[in-house]
């Protein structure tokens, strides 16, 4: 009896689906018959700045045949990872906001378009060492640059003057200020060096000159160990050891309450930086103030990037030439550059962008020249050629300095350690390398 | 009837194979080819040409097993087994022991608010691990802490940070333990009981000479699960990471993977390594399984 039933049952299921087979192909697909309509080229586009969709429903309401869908991400490293999974399983969204250093790592992966051709108007809205992060220093155009981080030094003005220190011109001057301060308040740091920002320490090698990265012609050059990025190092690492400057890493609640509670007086950041000290020490509005780097000689002027993105295409879009549209849009248009300042908080990376940053941020109240000041810094910001693998090295950075500031061991043996891996990794990959 | 009957016994090699099938579409999609495909990875490799920047100079080759020796002989992943090991032992240790103590205080004659304590100890597992990391997470932080103002120690200084990342696997695993352990618990009869009380046991003895030993099998699965999610460890140190500089991209193995497949862009890599970390829980769960089935079941 038991079997009988399940007989039935199969012998029903069975009946059901041919019932349904037979049913299905007396109708006509519908799809089949009509053409289909030229309908609305749909984009998506993965970024992470504040009210990008804001900007794109501008752009959608101006062109109804090209209509973005944002994506917000969470940016950093992971949405990097992020993007490159997803192009490499097939499914990339069609714009991506690439950050500089990761350009190559993309373009190495094939996951980006080369969308040179109709760039010659767009390269002239971009300075010459911008342009070159999105070109990697071939003929091949990668992205559209949107934003830069060119570093300066924010301070907290009040306490400064409370405990009577200059705002320091040189590095020197910065060591001495950063005894002093221990001194007079023992619970109290001038700044910290952060293990876990591998960006914020490229950006100020790259201040001293270093150049971790050169192409010269089909080889890889790799100088991460060169004689600036070690004089950066050993300069932090002895900060960090004789306990002048302290070694937590930035962005944990700890930095947080650290910086509002007035607890840490200095950070090497860059331009994109009220964003930060608004939303994670509400306490100091009004009371932090920028001014440029510190300098390895008197009377310089250099500073170096830390950060900075660009709106790439995907490879693997459909729709490249609607992209590049809307990406030339973006970073180059007057209406377009505005929204990103005034909705993005982006420092636009277009010549003219400067232009429209008129009223210091709110958080900046107490120095209405804020962005006269970020562009006098931003002219001395030099950057330099990113690597196939800043992902391995960016690692490695994160890795050898938190042993390094944990032990407080010699930091240029870490540097040496992110030359050593990121070589080794070129070389497993099979990169042509010189010495 | 007897048409249909007679239809029924020609089918019948089929008709197991007609409802398994559901079962065997979904493990063979979900399961086995994703099985297959790692395999396949980890034979292979990325091969660059030149700079690596124009089109077509990746290309995919296969290298036999060039990741599993790298794997096998990479003195960081066998440092973080160390790490896990001490880890391991820790939380398997503690957990269990807890979730055994709540079920037999549970299950005692004289508890009393039984319900709520029994929820109490259970609601941790149903906070998700990531959360339940970062919670630890601020609470282990120096200057926010209310337990740094009592306890003068870096929670997440080289030494402690072992015990703190234990204590948020073992804050949100015991409830779970001690559920099965109870549910167990309240399937004996109470008839052993009344036995033994009349034999003069007190409530110890009972749990020790009765409750402990019937719950045996209970206890080797709690154990053989706890194992096989003391080797995944990853979402405890993976979400501390970012608040203190001594927890390393590779300090359990898993985080190797992950750092591999995802940071590194080296899937090949981590796909040779998943299959050696697959193999090392597999033989350490049946291991254990091999050593006490015995005394558990070896009974009958």
């Given at each position: 009896m038991h079997r009988n039933r399940l007989a039935v049952a199969v012998g029903a299921a069975l009946a059901t689906l041919v019932a349904g087979c037979s049913g299905a192909s007396q109708e006509p697909a519908p799809a089949a018959q009509s053409s289909a309509p030229a309908g609305p080229v749909k984009l998506t586009y993965w970024s992470w700045v504040p009210n990008m969709d804001k900007i794109a429903a501008v752009w959608n309401e101006a062109h109804p045949d090209i209509q973005v869908t944002i994506s917000k991400q969470a940016g950093g490293d992971d949405a990097a990872a992020k993007f490159l999974t997803a192009a490499k399983a097939g499914n990339p969204p069609d714009l991506v906001q690439a950050e500089y250093q990761m350009l190559p790592s993309f373009v190495a992966a094939d996951a980006l378009a080369d969308i040179k051709n109709d760039m010659s108007q767009t390269k002239a809205e971009f300075s010459e060492g911008i342009w070159g992060l999105v070109t990697l220093g071939t003929d091949a155009v990668y992205a559209i640059p949107q934003d830069s981080g060119p570093m300066m030094l924010y301070y907290r003005q009040d306490l400064f003057k409370k405990y009577g220190i200059e705002v320091p011109k040189t590095w020197d001057e910065y060591a001495e200020a950063a005894r002093t301060v221990r001194k007079k308040d023992p619970k109290v740091f001038l700044g910290t060096f952060s293990s876990k920002d591998p960006g914020a320490f490229v950006g100020l090698a790259q201040q001293a000159g270093a150049q971790w990265w050169s192409i010269s012609g089909q080889s890889w050059k790799v100088g991460i160990n060169d004689e600036p990025t070690k004089k950066v190092a050993d300069y932090w690492g002895g900060l960090v050891k004789e306990g002048a400057i302290d070694g937590q890493p930035y962005f944990t609640p700890e930095w947080n309450k650290a910086l509002n509670d007035g607890k840490l007086l200095t950070w090497p950041s860059a331009v994109w930086g009220p964003g930060v000290l608004s939303g994670n020490a509400p306490n100091g509005k009004g009371k932090w103030a920028i001014a440029p780097l510190p300098q390895w000689n008197a009377g310089e002027s250099l500073s170096g990037f830390w950060g900075g993105s660009s709106t790439a295409i995907a490879e693997k879009s459909p729709n490249k030439a609607a992209a590049t549209q809307f990406a030339t849009w973006l970073n180059t248009d007057p209406q377009a550059l505005g929204l990103l300042v005034k909705e993005g908080a982006v420092y636009p990376a277009s010549t003219k962008g400067g232009g429209l940053l008129g009223e210091a941020p709110d958080y900046f109240s107490n120095q209405p020249d804020f962005w006269e000041q970020a562009a006098a810094i931003s002219a001395g910001a030099r950057g330099f050629t990113f690597g196939p693998n800043v992902n391995v090295t960016y690692n490695a950075f994160k890795d050898a300095f938190d042993k390094a500031v944990h032990d407080k061991s010699v930091f240029s043996d870490a540097v040496q350690t992110m030359q050593e891996t990121t070589v080794a990794d070129m070389q497993k990959s099979g990169f042509q390398l010189t010495q | 009837m007897t048409r249909r009957r007679s239809g029924g016994a020609r089918d019948a090699g089929a008709v197991p194979y007609l409802f398994l099938a559901p079962a065997m579409v979904l493990f063979t999609l979900f399961m086995a080819v994703p099985i297959v495909y790692t395999a396949y990875l980890s034979l292979r490799r990325t091969k660059v040409s030149g700079l690596g920047l124009g089109k077509n100079s990746r290309t995919e080759i296969f290298v036999g097993l060039d990741n599993y020796s790298a794997a096998i002989t990479d003195g960081e992943l066998w440092a973080g087994w160390l790490r896990v090991l001490g880890y391991g032992l820790l939380v398997l240790a503690v957990m269990l022991g807890l979730a055994l103590l709540f079920a037999l205080l549970l299950d005692s004659a004289h508890v009393r608010l039984a319900r709520f304590s029994r929820i109490a100890v259970f609601l941790p597992y149903a906070v998700p691990g990531v959360a339940a990391s970062l919670l630890w997470g601020f609470l282990y932080l120096p200057s926010l802490s209310p337990i740094r103002q009592v306890l003068d120690i870096d929670l997440l200084g080289t030494g402690a940070v072992t015990f703190s990342m234990a204590n948020v696997a073992v804050w949100g695993g015991v409830g779970f333990n001690m559920l099965v352990l109870y549910t167990n618990l309240r399937a004996v009869p109470r008839t052993y009981y009344e036995a033994a009380r009349i034999d003069g046991a007190g409530e110890i003895q009972i749990a020790l000479r009765i409750k402990i030993p019937i719950m045996m099998p209970a206890i080797i699965l709690t154990t053989v699960f706890s194992i096989i999610a003391t080797i995944q460890v990853f979402t405890e140190p993976t979400t501390l990471r970012p608040l203190?500089?001594?927890?390393?991209?590779?300090?359990s193995p898993l985080m190797k993977v992950y750092r591999d497949a995802f940071v590194t862009g080296d899937l090949y890599s981590a796909a040779a390594t998943s299959i050696v970390i697959a193999a090392i829980s597999l033989v350490l769960s049946f291991g254990f399984l091999r050593v006490v089935r015995n005394r558990a079941f070896g009974e009958g």
């Amino acid at each position: 009896m038991h079997r009988n039933r399940l007989a039935v049952a199969v012998g029903a299921a069975l009946a059901t689906l041919v019932a349904g087979c037979s049913g299905a192909s007396q109708e006509p697909a519908p799809a089949a018959q009509s053409s289909a309509p030229a309908g609305p080229v749909k984009l998506t586009y993965w970024s992470w700045v504040p009210n990008m969709d804001k900007i794109a429903a501008v752009w959608n309401e101006a062109h109804p045949d090209i209509q973005v869908t944002i994506s917000k991400q969470a940016g950093g490293d992971d949405a990097a990872a992020k993007f490159l999974t997803a192009a490499k399983a097939g499914n990339p969204p069609d714009l991506v906001q690439a950050e500089y250093q990761m350009l190559p790592s993309f373009v190495a992966a094939d996951a980006l378009a080369d969308i040179k051709n109709d760039m010659s108007q767009t390269k002239a809205e971009f300075s010459e060492g911008i342009w070159g992060l999105v070109t990697l220093g071939t003929d091949a155009v990668y992205a559209i640059p949107q934003d830069s981080g060119p570093m300066m030094l924010y301070y907290r003005q009040d306490l400064f003057k409370k405990y009577g220190i200059e705002v320091p011109k040189t590095w020197d001057e910065y060591a001495e200020a950063a005894r002093t301060v221990r001194k007079k308040d023992p619970k109290v740091f001038l700044g910290t060096f952060s293990s876990k920002d591998p960006g914020a320490f490229v950006g100020l090698a790259q201040q001293a000159g270093a150049q971790w990265w050169s192409i010269s012609g089909q080889s890889w050059k790799v100088g991460i160990n060169d004689e600036p990025t070690k004089k950066v190092a050993d300069y932090w690492g002895g900060l960090v050891k004789e306990g002048a400057i302290d070694g937590q890493p930035y962005f944990t609640p700890e930095w947080n309450k650290a910086l509002n509670d007035g607890k840490l007086l200095t950070w090497p950041s860059a331009v994109w930086g009220p964003g930060v000290l608004s939303g994670n020490a509400p306490n100091g509005k009004g009371k932090w103030a920028i001014a440029p780097l510190p300098q390895w000689n008197a009377g310089e002027s250099l500073s170096g990037f830390w950060g900075g993105s660009s709106t790439a295409i995907a490879e693997k879009s459909p729709n490249k030439a609607a992209a590049t549209q809307f990406a030339t849009w973006l970073n180059t248009d007057p209406q377009a550059l505005g929204l990103l300042v005034k909705e993005g908080a982006v420092y636009p990376a277009s010549t003219k962008g400067g232009g429209l940053l008129g009223e210091a941020p709110d958080y900046f109240s107490n120095q209405p020249d804020f962005w006269e000041q970020a562009a006098a810094i931003s002219a001395g910001a030099r950057g330099f050629t990113f690597g196939p693998n800043v992902n391995v090295t960016y690692n490695a950075f994160k890795d050898a300095f938190d042993k390094a500031v944990h032990d407080k061991s010699v930091f240029s043996d870490a540097v040496q350690t992110m030359q050593e891996t990121t070589v080794a990794d070129m070389q497993k990959s099979g990169f042509q390398l010189t010495q | 009837m007897t048409r249909r009957r007679s239809g029924g016994a020609r089918d019948a090699g089929a008709v197991p194979y007609l409802f398994l099938a559901p079962a065997m579409v979904l493990f063979t999609l979900f399961m086995a080819v994703p099985i297959v495909y790692t395999a396949y990875l980890s034979l292979r490799r990325t091969k660059v040409s030149g700079l690596g920047l124009g089109k077509n100079s990746r290309t995919e080759i296969f290298v036999g097993l060039d990741n599993y020796s790298a794997a096998i002989t990479d003195g960081e992943l066998w440092a973080g087994w160390l790490r896990v090991l001490g880890y391991g032992l820790l939380v398997l240790a503690v957990m269990l022991g807890l979730a055994l103590l709540f079920a037999l205080l549970l299950d005692s004659a004289h508890v009393r608010l039984a319900r709520f304590s029994r929820i109490a100890v259970f609601l941790p597992y149903a906070v998700p691990g990531v959360a339940a990391s970062l919670l630890w997470g601020f609470l282990y932080l120096p200057s926010l802490s209310p337990i740094r103002q009592v306890l003068d120690i870096d929670l997440l200084g080289t030494g402690a940070v072992t015990f703190s990342m234990a204590n948020v696997a073992v804050w949100g695993g015991v409830g779970f333990n001690m559920l099965v352990l109870y549910t167990n618990l309240r399937a004996v009869p109470r008839t052993y009981y009344e036995a033994a009380r009349i034999d003069g046991a007190g409530e110890i003895q009972i749990a020790l000479r009765i409750k402990i030993p019937i719950m045996m099998p209970a206890i080797i699965l709690t154990t053989v699960f706890s194992i096989i999610a003391t080797i995944q460890v990853f979402t405890e140190p993976t979400t501390l990471r970012p608040l203190t500089n001594t927890i390393s991209s590779t300090w359990s193995p898993l985080m190797k993977v992950y750092r591999d497949a995802f940071v590194t862009g080296d899937l090949y890599s981590a796909a040779a390594t998943s299959i050696v970390i697959a193999a090392i829980s597999l033989v350490l769960s049946f291991g254990f399984l091999r050593v006490v089935r015995n005394r558990a079941f070896g009974e009958g």
